[in-house]
């Protein structure tokens, strides 16, 4: 088993930053990548940024440029800095790991609102 628990989240203003960070752990073994989704009211979960072993990075498109993802393989922790944020990046943003061959493990949530 593993647990990630993310942290981070809060209420910030337009234009303003905001590090999330999740940990892992637990049975932290064969983890082919991690990343961060999001959740809107209303809307589908959606992928955010995602971040192999082998750090290659991939973003959604709204993100690009305003988001970072980075991991320290170290601590089992992937981190999301989020700047020049927008009202439209208010959601529950949630971590996931993908552990080989195939199992994708979810932490609980944290949110982020952004305020106009």
């Known amino acids: 088993q593993v647990q990630l628990v993310e942290s981070g989240g809060g209420l910030v203003q337009a234009g303003g930053s905001l590090r999330l960070s999740c940990a892992g752990s637990?049975?932290?073994?064969?983890?082919?990548?991690m990343g961060w989704y999001r959740q809107a009211p209303g809307k589908q979960r959606e992928m955010v940024a995602v971040?192999?072993?082998?750090?290659?990075?991939n973003y959604t498109d709204s993100v690009k440029g305003r988001f970072t993802i980075s991991r320290d393989a170290a601590k089992n922790t992937v981190y999301l800095q989020m700047s020049g944020l927008k009202p439209e990046d208010t959601a529950v943003y949630y971590c996931?790991?993908?552990?080989?061959?195939?199992?994708?493990?979810w932490g609980q949530g944290t949110q982020v609102s952004v305020s106009s």
């Open positions: 996931t790991a993908h552990q080989v061959p195939a199992y994708d493990y």
């Open positions: 971040i192999t072993s082998g750090g290659n990075t």
């Open positions: 637990g049975m932290f073994v064969s983890i082919s990548h």
